[in-house]
């Protein structure tokens, strides 16, 4: 990680099933930043959450560096 890289603070995740796919919210708690990921319901919770943890934090990142 870079200097920029924000250091992840609380982050409040959502799990809904849609069919045979769930959709993943992730919610930084101190911008309100919110990213979404998709993946298959049989996929491990832990995986799905670590995938979106991850979007968060790259957009997070990218917020930084435009400013």
Known sequence: MSKTTPVPGEVYFEFVPLGRQVKVTAIDAASGLEVVVMGPVQA??????QLA???????????????
Not at 53 to 67: C, G, H, P, S
Request: hydrophobic residues 35%; positive net charge; without cysteine.
């Open 53 to 67: 943890l991850r979007k968060l934090m790259r957009q997070l990142e990218e917020r930084t560096t435009r400013r």
């Open 44 to 49: 491990a919770q832990a995986d799905l959450q």
